[in-house]
């Protein structure tokens, strides 16, 4: 992921504003390494940080048009690049980037072309020739982004808060799929789609138009001039990510260019779920895998530089960060600059585990569609950051804009959990993948039951985490703990712990602000305690404070974790893939 910084109609055109921008902007440089451009237009400065995927030799931004005149500067991917270069009429492109079509879009459709883009992407585009400019995020906030207002009138935007938060009053994340129109004089939502409204949809379950259509989510996204892989946990998303890239891989470029196996990385604690499921499925794809491994220490040990990468003091984001964080600088070391991954799925499908207790489809369509809305504060903002840390691209095609269309246009009573019907959590997504004839996977992985990220790395991460907050945060420290903190107040001594380490890097009130807040169980929002109110004693966000439902689920009583049996009964396969930590000490 690239890094972009802009300053817009700022007062002081100066060299020593020059300087500044250009000091804010390497604050961004773990982003893009490969690049640094800085381009000025009298109030305006431009600066671009390239992490270089396409074109590597000659896409260096800012990016111009024919005469100039129009500046972009762009972090992400624009995936139907050649298919808008052959809707635009007499225009040059100077580079062969897929970023350089928005110049020109902009000169023949004006602010509107937005919507054309099917990608990842955050821009900062400048008129010269009037001094006007627009800003845009993609649709669900896969790359990050902030705007903030200076005291001398000024406009900041930023991919991250880093590059903003010493030089603004006020600063905000940029919302997504939005556009910021300096002509209109404010925001406006350029994604509009149905599902935003909440309404819930008639569309019948047809499982090859979903397995079509994530087909072409993630080959799509093999478009890269530069060694990639997945990241391979093991669990359903990311293993039907891997398995469709496997299938479609000699085909790309990559592979002719960097060799025809593809490579799949995992991370975790020694003898962790996810290191033994991931290792099976590269086996059964026949993938080159890599296994990263950690130890709870070398975690503890990266709080600290997660907490700035990642800005937030969120504690379910940061548990999953940290290890995405050591993988990432992995991954980095052997040459790859971007990785293919599954995040969004369990928002889409209703995958989390609280889920079980959605009382009806229309409930459990808008928890989809609130989830959804929020990715960008949660695992799109962990995904981005903790790979960006070190010059990684992550690219999640479950957010694909088509697929989400086909996906949250279903009838949610399909997407609905019933034991008894032998249906678990993301049964449409697994049950699109059940092909006898050419399976895609092993059907113990295709039915195996979520579990996320911060739990698979290992159970012993989280334990450590809070052992480690106990000796770092005592009671007394708690106690006033809603005098210090009296926005989000933490609630226990591992949350307290990280919003020490945040305030010291980012103490402004606007910081703060950025991070969501509320009591949560397995990921929930607070939908979990009102559709099942015994789970309020248990606020965690692990999947194993989805008491009777998560396989090792936390036993509050005697400590030890229990299988339920409907799960047993349901769906055999998973005791296998289950049985290293059937008996959890919590």
């Not at 055109?13 to 009298?42: C, I």
């Not at 990050?144 to 030089?167: A, V």
């Not at 669990?235 to 490579?263: C, E, M, N, P």
Request: proline share 5%; net charge negative.
């Amino acid at each position: 992921m690239c890094g972009i910084l802009a300053v817009l109609g700022c007062p002081d055109d100066s060299l020593a504003k020059r300087v500044r921008v250009l000091e804010l902007s390497r604050r961004l440089k773990h982003r893009g390494p490969d690049w640094s451009g800085l381009y000025q237009h009298g109030d305006c400065f431009l600066s671009h940080q390239r992490l270089a995927i396409i074109d590597p030799t000659s896409g260096d931004q800012p990016l111009f048009n024919e005469d100039k005149a129009i500046v972009v500067t762009v972090n992400g991917e624009i995936y139907n690049h050649e298919e808008l270069r052959k809707k635009l009429h007499n225009h040059k492109f100077r580079t062969g980037s897929d970023c350089d079509v928005i110049a020109h879009l902009y000169e023949e459709y004006g602010e509107d072309f937005v919507d054309m883009l099917d990608g990842m992407f955050s821009f900062v585009l400048l008129d010269t020739r009037d001094n006007s400019f627009i800003v845009a995020r993609d649709a669900i906030g896969i790359t990050s982004l902030y705007i903030g207002w200076g005291l001398d009138g000024s406009i900041w935007i930023s991919s991250e808060m880093k590059g903003l938060n010493d030089d603004c009053e006020h600063f905000e994340y940029f919302p997504p799929g939005h556009l910021y129109s300096s002509k209109a004089g404010g925001m406006r939502r350029w994604y509009n789609p149905n599902w935003f409204s909440e309404a819930i949809p008639s569309t019948p379950y047809d499982p090859l138009v979903l397995r079509r259509s994530f087909e072409n989510a993630v080959t799509k996204r093999l478009m890269t001039d530069v060694p990639f892989g997945v990241l391979l946990s093991g669990g359903l998303d990311s293993s039907l990510v891997a398995s469709i890239t496997a299938r479609y891989f000699s085909r790309t470029k990559a592979a002719k260019q960097w060799g025809a196996q593809l490579h799949s990385f995992c991370v975790g604690l020694e003898g962790s779920p996810d290191l033994k499921a991931g290792k099976e499925v590269a086996d059964y794809l026949g993938t080159i895998h890599h296994e990263l491994h950690f130890t709870v220490q070398d975690g503890i040990d990266a709080i600290e530089d997660v907490i700035y990468h990642v800005e937030t003091y969120d504690v379910t984001t940061i548990r999953a960060s940290t290890p995405m964080f050591l993988m990432s600088r992995k991954i980095k070391s052997l040459g790859v600059k971007m990785v293919i991954s599954g995040e969004g799925s369990d928002e889409i499908f209703g995958g989390y585990l609280y889920f079980h207790k959605a009382p009806n489809k229309e409930e459990f369509h808008r928890e989809t569609c609130h989830k959804l809305k929020a990715l960008h504060q949660y695992d799109c903002l962990r995904a981005n950051k903790a790979t960006s840390a070190w010059g990684l691209e992550a690219r999640v095609p479950f957010l694909d804009k088509e697929f989400i269309n086909v996906a949250m246009n279903i009838d949610p009573e399909w997407k609905m959990i019933k034991a008894d019907q032998g249906r678990i959590e993301k049964w449409v997504l697994r049950k699109a993948f059940d092909d006898e004839e050419h399976p895609y996977l092993p059907k113990h992985i295709l039915y195996r039951q979520k579990e996320q990220f911060s739990d698979g790395v290992g159970y012993s991460w989280i334990d450590g985490l809070k052992a480690h907050a106990s000796k770092n945060v005592s009671d007394k420290m708690m106690f006033n703990a809603r005098h210090i903190f009296p926005h989000n107040t933490p609630t226990t001594k591992e949350a307290y712990y990280y919003r020490m380490i945040f305030e010291r890097f980012f103490p402004q009130n606007s910081a703060r602000m950025t991070v969501p807040g509320g009591p949560s169980v397995a990921c929930s929002t607070a939908k979990a305690i009102e559709w099942d109110a015994s789970w309020s004693n248990n606020l965690d966000p692990s999947g194993r404070a989805a008491l009777g439902v998560h396989a090792s689920a936390y036993e509050p009583q005697y400590g030890v974790a229990k299988v339920p049996a409907t799960i047993i009964n349901d769906i055999p396969s998973l005791v296998e893939v289950s049985a290293p930590v059937l008996t959890i000490r919590s």
